[in-house]
Structures are given as structure tokens and as C-alpha cells.
């Protein structure tokens, strides 16, 4: 990278998959933007960029890198290496680090340095809505886990669960797990795994928002 891809990115400003970071504070917090960028579609972080977007640099680009490889293989499960740059620029370094959507979602930050997940892995999952990094809700661990190439065949049965719930979208546009669990009168779990199917297979959308994800027809169904 150069700096005229750096000036491109910046210029663009913080995004789905961009992040300035004025510097690496702690390796846990890199490991979870890291996280979310893999689990979602790649990304780029950008250490010794202000949130304005000014360059204020970095102080030593090699205690920098240190952290960075630090949280992708400490905190990090799988690990994650992202390729790293140093651009200068007017006498500055900043540090630019690219992490790749993964084939192998989910990651997982485990919270400590010992490279093992502690307590429910399933609260420790980040990816990336719009420019924050966010928690996971158990429904998307679940289709990122589904989604990867050494997942069983998925089998989608429709039976009258579902058909409420697809005359309750066309009415209501929108459910949340709950409210499908109560709709059925069945229990989360169940309503859960029945929306991932569904989210899987293409028919229903999945909208992660900040307190709670919520459930649509995809565009062709509804249409």
C-alpha cells in the first residue's frame, strides 16, 4: 500500500471496512475489530489515524505491529494475521493492517492470552453493521458457523410454523426471535434455529441491529 491508497481510504472515511485508530491501545481491543472485519467482509484498520481523519502517526511502528500480531494469535480463536503496511506520510508512519473476510467463521475472542475461549463462546463473537463493531447475536454465530464449506447439508422443511410466519412478514414486515417463538407458541431455541434455516436457504433476511436482530422476507419472497 502507498500513500495514495492510504489518502483513498481515509478519504473515504470510517465505514463497513474501514477503522481509524489513533493508536493500538490494547491488544484485546484490536482482536476485537480484527474479529469483526473476519467474520463479516474484511477490512481495513488504520493505526495513527484520528477520527477526523488527520494522520497524527505512530510512535514506534514496530511496538505497534508487536500488539497487532499479539491480538490476532492471542485473542483471537482462530487466529487472524493480517497483512500489515507502514505508510509515511509528511514524517509520520501509520500502520495499516488488512484483514480478509475468513473462510473460517467463526472467530472467536477469547479473552485471554492463553488462546483458549472462556465461558459462552457464543457472546464473544464481533462483526462488523455499518462503521461500529458489534456482539454477535446467537442467530448470526450460528449462520456464520452454517455458512462455512464443511457444514452438513441443510435441509429446509416448510410446515405451519413457517407458513405463519411468512403470513405474519407479509403483513408485519418484520420479527424478532421472540416474537416468532411467541407467534408459535414453540420455544426460542426452536423459533432460532428455524430462522437460520430460513436466513440459510435464502427465503427470510437477517437485520443485526444494536439491541436486538430482527427478521424480513428477502426481496424475492416478498415480492
Known sequence: MDYKDLDRLIEEGEGFDVEFKRKVSTPEKIARAMIAFANTRGGHILFGVDDDGSIVGVESEKSEIDLITQAGTEFCLPEIHPAIDIVACDGKDVVVAYVEESGDKPHYFTGSSNGQAQGD???????????????????????????????????????????????????????????????????????????????????????????EDFFTLSYDVAR
Not at 181 to 192: C, G, Y
Not at 200 to 211: K, L, P, Q
Open 121 to 211: 463462546d457464543e457472546t464473544k463473537v464481533f462483526i462488523r453493521v455499518n462503521d461500529k463493531t458489534m456482539m454477535a447475536s446467537k442467530e448470526v454465530v450460528k449462520i456464520l458457523r452454517d455458512a462455512r464449506p464443511d457444514a452438513p447439508p441443510m435441509n429446509i422443511e416448510i410446515g405451519e410454523n413457517e407458513r405463519r410466519l411468512f403470513r405474519y412478514l407479509e403483513q408485519q414486515e418484520r420479527i424478532t426471535a421472540k416474537e416468532f417463538s411467541r407467534l408459535t407458541n414453540i420455544s426460542q431455541q426452536r423459533a432460532s434455529r428455524i430462522l437460520v434455516s430460513l436466513v440459510r436457504a435464502g427465503v427470510v433476511r437477517i437485520h443485526t441491529m444494536e439491541r
